[in-house]
């Protein structure tokens, strides 16, 4: 499709409905790296109604002019330094004019009622009669989640008016672990009704991972084979070239398990496992990720034990960069035990999949940026070919979600000339091929899908939950045992991580 017919095709979807988006903690930096930048895209591609506004949320006092100049200044910096890591940081300058003239600002503090007696005031003043639509945004620290919304539910701003919704979005961590994420649920249920949760996971606003249930099931040719009869083994990468970037005091806490895998790689696992929903909408999609990820067996402590790897990056070269020892960052202790690198070995307890084990690894300071979905095939057997050239290599199917989108199949050729021998080739599809890309953070369709109330591509929380009590045998055994496997900033990962595999006969794609 010529770019002019894909933009008369974006211009055909509508304006998502009026609504106030209240941003909590307007002034960090997820506002305004991304969301800010997000709202530009949608307003430069038409996406929002003239009626929009935004109201930000923070402690610092300031007015609206203050608050609209600073993030001004900042989105004009972000795009000075060049596109980053999640995206092009360059927004139109007439997306930001229309965006710039519909920013307020409330100053208050998130445990104060006074602030939310003011934020009544102000919402009522700027949704019109009846306070209109309003979409809360919660781009603040976790621990603020529950109270937030206890105190908006308090303030009586979680009640829908006749005509108009009120709607939560809730950033992830969601919980450190099942209880947590539980008792969040239950807080959060006592206020809103589900419909009225948004939980995110930034992984579902990348086209590629939507894309994930296109090829699966929109293609006649993959859904027949996507079973334990013909498929080996899945593996599910998100490998990163950076640090901590700053984040030392969260990720120490936290570690690549809690940072990745219950969220962004379960949502992975989930779309590739999980069977057809009935149709493209919240119910049907989410009962059936949680169905799979409920089916993901749970592990014994010894189990958990040899089914994963550790590994924390010391001082070494990435990309030609020096980096630091992991305990060298700022705010990471000295003799820290957190995992910046994981290996995972999990199986799905269906007839889909019984048998068909599930590899997850993440981890950061590694060779390359890699976030992707390995379908291996079992192997053709090798009879025919063996007396010339040995058995032919697995097909693999490779749904590769960054940093170069697109999907693509290994299969064998043969070499030509005049012996049968075999060579690996590729069937390359890559979206920059075949699709001109909007600019894009990733959040605009979430924030889109959020204001016109589609839930699809959000976290439901049964899923959360399942997801949280499947890693939960990691964490407690790794409690009572087991090593953090130092690896230098650059590598693949610890060597360990490739003894999980070599045990089962079996090797990881190299990354990038
Ligand atoms: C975030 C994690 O959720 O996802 C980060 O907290 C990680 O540690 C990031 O770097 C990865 O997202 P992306 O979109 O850059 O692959």
């Known amino acids: 499709m010529t770019p002019k017919r894909q933009a008369a095709r974006a211009r055909r979807v509508p304006p998502a409905p009026p609504c106030v988006m209240v941003i909590f903690g307007a002034g960090g930096d997820l ?50 330094e060049g596109d980053g890591a999640s995206g092009p940081t360059k927004v139109a300058a007439t997306a930001w004019k229309w965006l710039e003239e519909r920013l307020f600002y409330q100053a208050g503090d998130f445990e104060d009622p006074a602030t939310y007696s003011a934020l009544a005031a102000r919402l009522a003043a700027l949704g019109g009669q009846g306070g209109g639509n309003a979409l809360s945004y919660l781009a603040v620290a976790p621990r603020f989640f529950g109270d937030i919304v206890e105190r908006l539910a308090g303030a009586g701003l979680t009640r829908e008016p006749r005509r ?27 206020c809103l009704e589900e419909r009225q949760i948004y939980r995110i996971d930034h992984f579902l ?37 950076v640090g901590v970037e700053g984040r030392g005091g969260y990720y120490d806490r936290a570690g690549a398990l809690r940072d990745m895998v219950p969220n962004h790689l379960f949502q992975l696992l989930a779309m590739t496992a999980m069977e057809t929903p009935n149709a493209f909408e919240a119910e049907a999609v989410r009962a059936e990720k949680a169905r799979v990820v409920e089916a993901v067996q749970l592990q ?8 994963s790897v550790r590994g924390q990056y010391r001082a070494g070269q990435v990309q030609g960069h020096e980096v630091a020892d992991y305990r060298r960052e700022p705010r990471v202790a000295a003799h820290s035990r ?64 960054q940093p170069h989108e697109g999907v693509s199949l290994a299969f064998e050729a043969k070499r030509p000339g005049p012996e049968v021998e075999l060579a690996p080739v590729r069937m390359d599809f890559r979206y920059a091929d075949y699709f001109a890309a ?3 953070t990733g959040y605009e369709t979430l924030l889109y899908d959020a204001m016109i109330g589609d839930a699809t591509q959000f976290a439901g929380a049964r899923e959360i939950e399942f997801a949280w009590r499947a890693v939960e045998p990691f964490l407690q055994a790794w409690e009572d045992g087991g090593r953090v496997h130092g690896y230098a900033a650059g590598a693949a990962g610890p ?18």
């Open 31 to 80: 506002a305004k790296r991304l969301l800010a930048p997000a709202l530009c895209n949608l307003a430069q591609a038409g996406r929002l109604d003239g009626g929009f506004k935004v109201l930000g949320v923070d402690h610092n006092a300031k007015d609206d002019a203050a608050f609209a100049a600073g993030l001004g200044a900042f989105l004009r910096e972000l795009a000075a």
């Open 164 to 190: 108009g919704f009120r709607r939560v979005v809730i950033e992830k961590p969601f919980g450190t672990d099942l209880a947590s994420a539980q008792a969040l649920n239950a807080r959060l249920g006592k």
């Open 300 to 307: 014994s402590s010894s189990e958990a034990l040899a089914n």
């Open 338 to 401: 957190t995992e910046t690198y994981v290996a995972l070995k999990v199986t799905i307890d269906n007839w889909r999949w019984a048998g068909v084990p599930f590899y997850l690894r993440t981890g950061k300071a590694l060779a390359a940026r890699d976030t992707s979905v390995a379908i291996r095939f079992k192997r053709a057997p090798g009879r025919l070919f063996g007396a010339f050239t040995g058995s032919p290599a697995a097909n693999t199917l490779i749904l590769q979600i």
């Open 438 to 440: 909007a600019p894009a």
């Open 495 to 512: 060597r360990q991580a490739d003894d999980l595999m070599a045990r089962d006969g079996r090797a990881w794609r190299s990354i990038g």
């Open 205 to 241: 606003g990348k086209e590629t991972v939507r894309n994930i249930l296109v090829t699966r099931f929109a293609n006649g040719v993959f859904e027949p084979l996507w079973n334990r009869l013909h498929i080996d083994h899945v593996q599910i990468t998100a490998a990163e070239t």
